[in-house]
Structures are given as C-alpha cells and as structure tokens.
C-alpha cells in the first residue's frame, strides 16, 4: 500500500471519531469491521482468569483482557439495509419523505412536540441561537467541560461565549456558579448534558427564568437521557443533538433541533432551507426568501440510516445504564477511583462517556497519563478527555475580527483579562489531572466486561509502585 493511501486512511479513521473530542487510544483507533452482528450477542459470560499477582501488562504481564470491545457503530444488514436501498434505488436523494418520517419519529423518542434534522449538532445549535435572536454584542453562557461543537456555534453568531466552572462530582455545568456570570449582555445560557449525563436542569430554569436567559440544551451527547422521565432537550426553548459517528445514535453526520415552539421551529425550517416560506414564515407568493437563511439539509439516505439505528436506541441505553450501574458499584471503593454521580432527579442517563476522577495519591503519586497507558495496557482503553476550552487560541482569532471589533468594547476583546475572567479552576483539575474517561461502545458488553474494566484498574492499584518509573 502506498504512502498516500495510509495516511489517507489514517485521517478518515481520525476524522470518523472527532466527535469525541478528545485523542483516543490507539486500540479504538483500530480497524473494525463494520457490520458484524455476533457483537451484541457473542457476550463473554465470565471474566478473563485473573490474579492480582499478575505484573501489569505494560511491564511485560498478561493483560487482563484481550477479547474485543464491541465494535461501533453497529450495522445489521438484514433488518438496517431495506430501507436505506429504497431511498437509494428512488434517485430521490434530497431532503423528502424519509428525513419527515426521521424527524416525526425523533420527537417521538424524546418527546418533543417537533424535531427538525439537520446536517450535524453544531449547526443545530447555531441555527437555534440565530433563530433566538443570539446576536453580535450578546455573552452566551456555557460549560468549559465540553466539547467544541457548543462553543463554536456562539462565536459564529458574533456572541462572545462566557464560562462557567463545573461542579466536578457530576463533571456538569455548577448552578451555584451561573449567577455570578450574569451580566447586562447576558442573553442565553447553554447546558450542555456533557458524556451523556444529565445537567441540574431544574435550578438552569430557576436562574434563566430569574434573569430572562434563553436556554437552547446541548444534548448532543444525551440520546434518551431523562430527568424525573422527561427526556433531555425538552426543557429549554430548544434542545440540540448530534448524530455524529461516535454518538448514540449514529449517522456518521447529522443532527436535530427540538422544540414544543412551532413558531421557532418553522423560522428554523426555513433557516435551515435559505430561509425560503415554511409554515408561519410566510409571505405574498412569489415574494421570495423570506429570512436570513442557509442550508442545513440532511440527505434521505442520512435518514435511513438513522431510523434503522433509533430501532436500537432505546435498548442499548438501558445496556449502557445496567453496566453503568454495575461497573461504577464496582470502581468506588477502589482508593483513588470516584466514578461520576449523577443528580437525584436524574431518572435515566446516556452513558456516551463513562467518566471517573482518577485521585494519583492513591496511586502512589502515579500520573495520570501513566495510569491510563497501564490500563490501555490492559485491555481496557481509556482517554483523559477534554482539554481546556476556555483559553485557546480560537477565542483570540474570534475577538480580533472586524465583527468582534465592531460589535464589544476594546476592553472586553483583551484576551489575557478574558482568561482572567473566564477561568474555571475545577475545570482545570478535571481536564489537566483528573478525568478519566471510557467510551460508550464499552459498555454494549456483558457484566463479565464490566468485572475485567474493574479487574484491571484494580490490578493497577495494587502495582502502582512498579509503574512509577514508566513515562
Ligand atoms: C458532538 C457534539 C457537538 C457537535 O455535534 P456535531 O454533530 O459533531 O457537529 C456539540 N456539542 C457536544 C457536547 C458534542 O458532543
């Protein structure tokens, strides 16, 4: 194989999996068979043989487990493909009949009045925040724990993006923090239910309703996620997913906006279509395009697919919830593991990620990034996520534009005093020393996976003094 073709196919594997936002482990990265339907049922019913006196793999031991994890995303050919070679063979490729029966079927899952699909969960959000009247001298209110699809949609709009610190045990935006953030320019906040767990939803609306804040949810990675049974995104004006490759539900792109508002939801129909008529858009006939618009449609082909994967939806997230459960009980008492809590009202959540602190003193003074190449080692792949967003360089190119340079005070555009303003320190500890996560396709497994996962780290625990030497 040529050069070329290598790095080709090593951008597209990449490529396939930013959604995560983070740099994954080389063992995901790897070359999976798509289509192989044994994943779900070919479950190993017993951990791996094991004993703790076993030296860790990356000193050359047995790794705790070598089977594979499931591969994702899943495609069945005999129950995925019908209708997806319906749309193809049809010709009629374009926006139609199949993206409508994806949107109706959407709301339904979540429980939103309408849904309107769209070509991925950034634009989902930026045609939100326009049709909300998000503009140029407006500050947006976000977590810094996320990923960059929220954050990006904000500064397109010309609103400057402000940052509030997350409460570190559930890895979510910290109601106790949003109100100090508020200022006279503060227009909207965005709660994003980051890895799949769900935000304090309840206390966001308290504040917004208080201070007139719009709330658009980023729940780009919440698929099926529910707060006392009310699905995510259907709390605020509006509610954003993401069907991205690596998400819950996965198209490879794609994306939707729900909401109960049709008045706003016909406006994003029509954004989303050069802001040509669309329900209560209207004007005299042949008056022509109506609003500031763009194009955001998604393909029928796109919706095929996403109606055959939302047939799975529902239960892998129970899967992904029942390991969840049982691996977290598993972890805690680990010294120097303390998996994520959820809030009490959460009644079920997404489980994109699997997040826990990772506590080095109880490893011995172990680092992070040591302990996550030792349980890689293992078997078990894991990444430390995000990196801080709230002091990078795209912030800076945003500010020091004509829009931004018209639109704020010079002051406000000095992006050491924005630092400043904006830093998060528990936000800092997560990203740079803590966090640790698993990705979602890890716990589609068995029981016996979910024992080798805390076999592993267990193992780690008790050898962390031999792996203190290792960078
Ligand atoms: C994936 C994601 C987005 C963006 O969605 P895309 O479909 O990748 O554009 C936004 N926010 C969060 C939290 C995400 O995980």
Same mark, same amino acid.
């Given at each position: 194989?040529?050069?070329?073709?290598?790095?080709?196919?090593?951008?597209?594997?990449?490529?396939?999996?930013?959604?995560?936002?983070?740099?994954?482990?080389?063992?995901?990265?790897?070359?999976?068979?798509?289509?192989?339907?044994?994943?779900?049922?070919?479950?190993?019913?017993?951990?791996? !043989?094991?004993?703790?006196?076993?030296?860790?793999?990356?000193?050359?031991?047995?790794?705790? @487990?070598?089977?594979?994890?499931?591969?994702?995303?899943?495609?069945?050919?005999?129950?995925?493909?019908?209708?997806?070679?319906?749309?193809?063979?049809?010709?009629?490729?374009?926006?139609?009949?199949?993206?409508?029966?994806?949107?109706?079927?959407?709301?339904?899952?979540?429980?939103?009045?309408?849904?309107?699909?769209?070509?991925?969960?950034?634009?989902?959000?930026?045609?939100?925040?326009?049709?909300?009247?998000?503009?140029?001298?407006?500050?947006?209110?976000?977590?810094?724990?996320?990923?960059?699809?929220?954050?990006?949609? $904000?500064?397109?709009?010309?609103?400057?993006?402000?940052?509030?610190?997350?409460?570190?045990?559930?890895?979510?935006?910290?109601?106790?923090?949003?109100?100090?953030?508020?200022? !006279?320019?503060?227009?909207?906040?965005?709660?994003?239910?980051?890895?799949?767990?769900?935000?304090?939803?309840?206390?966001?609306?308290?504040?917004?309703?208080?201070?007139?804040?719009?709330?658009?949810?980023?729940?780009?990675?919440?698929?099926?996620?529910?707060?006392?049974?009310?699905?995510?995104?259907?709390?605020?004006?509006?509610?954003?997913?993401?069907?991205?490759?690596?998400?819950?539900?996965?198209?490879?792109?794609?994306?939707?906006?729900?909401?109960?508002?049709?008045?706003?939801?016909?406006?994003?129909?029509?954004?989303?279509?050069?802001?040509?008529?669309?329900? &209560? $858009?209207?004007?005299?006939?042949?008056?022509?395009?109506?609003?500031?618009?763009?194009?955001?449609?998604?393909?029928?082909?796109?919706?095929?697919?996403?109606?055959?994967?939302?047939?799975?939806?529902?239960?892998?997230?129970?899967?992904?919830?029942?390991?969840?459960?049982?691996?977290?009980?598993?972890?805690?008492?680990?010294?120097?593991?303390?998996?994520?809590?959820?809030?009490?009202?959460?009644?079920?959540?997404?489980?994109?990620?699997?997040?826990?602190?990772?506590?080095?003193?109880?490893?011995?003074?172990?680092?992070?990034?040591?302990?996550?190449?030792?349980?890689?080692?293992?078997?078990?792949?894991?990444?430390?996520?995000?990196?801080?967003?709230?002091? &990078?360089?795209?912030?800076?190119?945003?500010?020091?534009?004509?829009?931004?340079?018209?639109?704020? !005070? @010079?002051?406000?555009?000095?992006?050491?005093?924005?630092?400043?303003?904006?830093?998060?320190?528990?936000?800092? @500890?997560?990203?740079?020393?803590?966090? $640790?996560?698993?990705?979602?396709? &890890?716990?589609?497994?068995?029981?016996?996976?979910?024992?080798?996962?805390?076999?592993?780290?267990?193992?780690?625990?008790?050898?962390?003094?031999?792996?203190?030497?290792?960078?």
């Amino acid at each position: 194989m040529s050069q070329s073709n290598v790095s080709r196919r090593e951008f597209l594997k990449q490529n396939s999996l930013t959604g995560l936002g983070a740099i994954l482990t080389p063992s995901l990265l790897a070359d999976t068979p798509v289509g192989t339907p044994e994943i779900v049922t070919k479950r190993s019913i017993k951990p791996a !043989p094991f004993s703790l006196a076993e030296p860790p793999a990356l000193l050359g031991g047995k790794p705790v @487990r070598t089977a594979q994890w499931p591969t994702w995303p899943l495609w069945k050919p005999e129950q995925d493909e019908k209708q997806l070679l319906e749309v193809i063979r049809s010709g009629i490729w374009s926006r139609g009949n199949v993206v409508s029966e994806f949107e109706a079927k959407w709301a339904a899952a979540v429980g939103a009045k309408r849904s309107l699909a769209v070509v991925n969960g950034t634009n989902a959000i930026m045609a939100a925040l326009a049709q909300l009247d998000i503009r140029g001298g407006d500050e947006v209110l976000v977590p810094p724990y996320t990923f960059i699809g929220t954050v990006a949609p $904000v500064l397109a709009t010309g609103a400057m993006p402000i940052f509030v610190d997350v409460d570190p045990e559930t890895f979510q935006i910290d109601p106790a923090k949003i109100e100090a953030k508020i200022t !006279p320019r503060t227009k909207a906040i965005i709660p994003v239910h980051i890895l799949g767990l769900p935000a304090n939803m309840p206390q966001i609306l308290a504040i917004a309703k208080k201070h007139k804040l719009v709330v658009i949810e980023d729940a780009c990675q919440a698929h099926l996620a529910e707060i006392n049974h009310q699905k995510v995104g259907t709390f605020g004006h509006a509610g954003c997913f993401s069907f991205q490759n690596s998400k819950n539900l996965a198209i490879g792109e794609g994306g939707a906006i729900v909401s109960n508002d049709d008045a706003f939801m016909d406006r994003c129909f029509s954004y989303h279509n050069y802001g040509n008529p669309y329900g &209560m $858009v209207s004007g005299v006939i042949g008056a022509g395009t109506l609003i500031q618009g763009t194009k955001l449609r998604l393909t029928e082909y796109q919706a095929a697919i996403g109606l055959a994967q939302l047939k799975r939806l529902d239960a892998e997230t129970t899967t992904r919830n029942t390991n969840a459960a049982y691996l977290k009980a598993k972890i805690k008492s680990i010294p120097g593991i303390v998996p994520y809590k959820l809030y009490d009202d959460v009644t079920r959540a997404a489980f994109h990620l699997f997040p826990f602190r990772y506590k080095k003193e109880a490893f011995k003074g172990l680092s992070r990034e040591v302990f996550i190449k030792a349980l890689t080692a293992e078997g078990i792949p894991c990444s430390k996520g995000y990196a801080t967003l709230n002091n &990078m360089p795209y912030l800076n190119d945003a500010f020091q534009s004509k829009n931004f340079q018209k639109m704020y !005070p @010079r002051a406000m555009l000095n992006f050491n005093s924005y630092v400043e303003r904006n830093h998060c320190p528990q936000n800092d @500890r997560l990203c740079n020393e803590e966090a $640790v996560w698993f990705t979602q396709n &890890m716990l589609l497994g068995s029981q016996a996976d979910m024992d080798e996962i805390a076999n592993a780290i267990e193992k780690i625990h008790t050898h962390a003094d031999k792996l203190l030497s290792q960078k």
